[in-house]
């Protein structure tokens, strides 16, 4: 669970991924000596990182790895977690700008300064707090024959459908009889009312015009032309405040 508190027992979840042994073992000692709330796990390979489908606070990842490499591997992540703090280490200088494209928190370069590595992870340790505390509260969802919980960052958009509303995510499309309204205020800012239709996760957002939003799975909603203004500001608030575009 991500801390909302570093005085309360809450751990914060730290992936470290990559293929050197040695690398992991420094890292994870680096992290454990500044970092007691922490709970380190180790990957050898992004495909590994990937394979355990769990969400990690924090993810220190290698850029040169086999297939699937750094880069791509934290492409993939970010299509499911927009929030995960990622810190590229790496001993190549040129990838820098490819890193920041995938949103990363920061880039170190090997071999490791301890000093510049607690000063970064001291960083990022403060904006896992804080974007955890800017997380609105799950929201449930109930079918006539089953019932979800959702975290908000896994909704992509919601739609209405006459009398439902339905509920996009990465994976699926669940219909739900609720008013588009009263899921807005729970959801609340992260999620903007672009059309009398559709409520957009602006996390999820890949790039927009004057009359629609292209979302970062590909699909397609549709931007009120009166809105449009008012959805520019409300969206560049939206990653002045810290938030992540989608990638």
């Given at each position: ?18 293929d ?58 970010r ?17 820098v ?53 959702l ?75 009166e ?21």
């Amino acid at each position: 669970m991500s801390p909302r508190d570093r005085k309360g027992l809450q751990v914060i979840e730290i992936a470290i991924c990559d293929d050197e042994q040695r690398m992991q073992e420094q890292l994870a000692q680096m992290v454990e000596r500044r970092c007691p709330d922490c709970r380190v796990e180790c990957f050898s390979s992004g495909g590994e990182l990937l394979a355990a489908d769990r969400r990690f606070d924090m993810i220190f990842l290698d850029i040169q790895m086999e297939e699937p490499d750094g880069i791509e591997t934290a492409a993939r992540i970010r299509e499911r977690d927009k929030r995960v703090v990622l810190i590229f280490v790496t001993a190549l200088k040129e990838y820098v700008f490819r890193a920041f494209d995938v949103g990363a928190f920061h880039y170190l370069l090997k071999p490791l300064e301890e000093e510049r590595f607690a000063k970064v992870l001291e960083k990022a340790v403060s904006e896992v707090m804080d974007r955890s505390a800017r997380e609105a509260p799950p929201v449930f969802l109930k079918t006539r024959y089953r019932n979800f919980i959702l975290r908000p960052e896994e909704i992509l958009y919601l739609e209405s459908r006459g009398k439902k509303v339905a509920v996009h995510t990465a994976s699926k499309v669940i219909e739900v009889y609720a008013a588009m309204r009263d899921l807005e205020r729970q959801l609340g800012s992260g999620f903007y009312r672009c059309h009398r239709g559709y409520l957009v996760n602006l996390a999820h957002i890949a790039e927009y015009g004057n009359e629609s939003i292209d979302m970062s799975n590909g699909e397609r909603v549709y931007l009120a032309r009166e809105k449009s203004r008012e959805f520019v500001k409300a969206y560049m608030r939206y990653l002045q405040s810290g938030g992540t575009a989608g990638v």
